[in-house]
């Protein structure tokens, strides 16, 4: 334990010093940039919170992209838009589309919200999390900005939050405008539609479409495969301005998969249909913003006809008072249901099944001076199976002076196992690994988790520098287990692992360079342990570096060339084919070239994995190169 200490402040004093020396070197030869806005300055979030704070204020790790960088790194979709966010990892393998990690985690602590309300998904009763999917199918144009929290977040947005927040905010209404768009890779092809009503009186609306195919991808000597086939997905967003104080919002969204894999020399359908129905109010006065919400989704699924029926609610009322000019309370209370109407080849024997979770939350944000701002905030959670549970977090900032500061967050989560984690007996579902049968677990535990972290945050000059130390700790974690190999499929079972850790160092350095030029480095350091059985946990590199160089015409910006290059050292996988547990190495090189005309057309060409140094075991596809355009008119 001591030898680990000291590796970890070893890490934290050279990246500290080497930050130092980098920063200091070429703050004084650097030339004004440009493209400035995109690094620096006070930005504001609204996700860590739920109330509006700047980037600097807010005690938990926070990072925010901006719809410049999704459109300069040529991203056909949410998840890719991801790629390079720090300690975020979305992997291209071929058998993850619904995979996303933050420091480690595993997929079902991380919440993906829109706008900041739940969104059901296809996953919502697995144990992939619930709404991982969505990345992939809402279209990137429509987005302003994606907010990434990193860190327990339980407090205020319950058990899926365990590991962070993904909060993914849509443009608003402006004016009528039409943007055609198409992308084409050796992954999938896709043409997408936004509609835009601009402000008619009171209202305003979106409308998006999307339609992908997703190519057939099979690995070398295995008869297995990606999920192929067609994809559509359809979303209506509408605002109706009350008066200058009250606004009522309308969204609705389909999404239809027709979908096969090849397993094991089978080929297997999988069929999804999906309807969310949301309707929101939000309210203001001189001292008050308070919201109300309520969402239901309805999900079909199944292989050769959708007769697995999931349906899914949620109610939240939230009021955020100004009690003086330094103290914010929020107070908000929220229920969500999950239940199986009818379940056929892919759900086993869950239906009438169900699943209800009531909260109530409180926050006080409460600035002490010029220098510190305290954030504490504490949910009380019921479930109607396994009762309740209390889940507490602070988080302080001290400014030492305009541009040095430190953050403290401490945080504790809470998840009861889901309704197919206890009852289905048949999930089929895909692994990094491959495809595999999942069953049941009536005996499962609630998992436990408590998060720490502490993060210096320096700027010098137009310099961006942070260093975070982290640790989370979950108790009774929820994973699968090989319980049955051969017989056509192997059996996997869900069941708790008596602890899991994940602990590391990350490292964040933005710098303008002058005529257009900016770079971006990040360096984190991982140890994802299952302590149960004293081993690695899967998908998960010791070491991730990545080096971002972006260049934005002046002046015109018609024209923007990224490159990046992200090394993995230590990386720990299972083999796509035989599920064989290894450790890696290895880098991938991309590259995106963007042109404008004027605010109506734009193109992108790039290559992801341009020397193609993937490894093929774990599923990647290899190089791959990807062309888009658009047009607004």
Known sequence: MKNKRSRFLNIAVTLCAAGSVFAGAVANAAEPSENLDSYQGDEYVVTATRTELTTKEVPQSVEVITKEEIQNIGASNAREALRLATNVEVPEARTMDNFISVRGSSTKDVLVLLNGRRIPGEGALDSAGG????????????????????GPAGALYG?????GVINIITKKPEQQSVTVGVTTSDREMSNYYHFDTGKDGKLSATFDANFTKVRFNQWDGAAMSNFYGPKQFYSLDVDYEMDDNNKLNLYLDYENDDQAYLSRGNYTNRRVDKKTAALTYTGNNENSNYSANFTYGVLKKGQTSKDDEYKFWSAEVRDTIKLDDNNRLTVGAETT??????????????????????AVYVQDELKVGEKLIVIPSVRYNYHDAYGSETTPN???????????RIKVNYGEGYRAPSINELYSETGYVIFPSGYGQLIANPDLKPEKSKGYEISYEQEFGDTETKLTYFKNEKEDAISQR????????DVYQYDNISETTTEGVEFEIKKPLGNGFALVGNYAYLDAMDKENNTRLDWSARNTYTLKLEW?????????????NKWYSDYKYQEVVGGTQKNGSFN??????????????????????VFDTAPEDMGYSGRMWRVGAEMTF
């Open 131 to 150: 709404n991982q999917y969505v990345l992939s199918r809402i279209n990137v144009n429509n987005i302003e900005r994606i907010e990434i929290v990193r």
């Open 159 to 163: 058990s899926d939050a365990q590991a």
């Open 337 to 358: 249901n999950y239940n199986t109407d009818k379940a056929g080849t892919m759900g086993g024997s869950i239906e009438g099944k169900s699943s209800t979770e009531y």
């Open 394 to 404: 602070i988080g302080t900032t001290y400014s030492f002076t305009d541009s040095q």
């Open 482 to 489: 090989l319980i049955q190999t051969g017989g056509g499929l």
């Open 552 to 564: 934005v015409e002046p002046v015109k910006q018609e024209w923007s060339v990224m490159a990046w």
């Open 588 to 609: 991938t090189f991309n590259f995106v070239i963007n042109k404008r005309w004027g605010d109506k057309y734009r193109a992108y060409v790039g290559m992801d994995n």
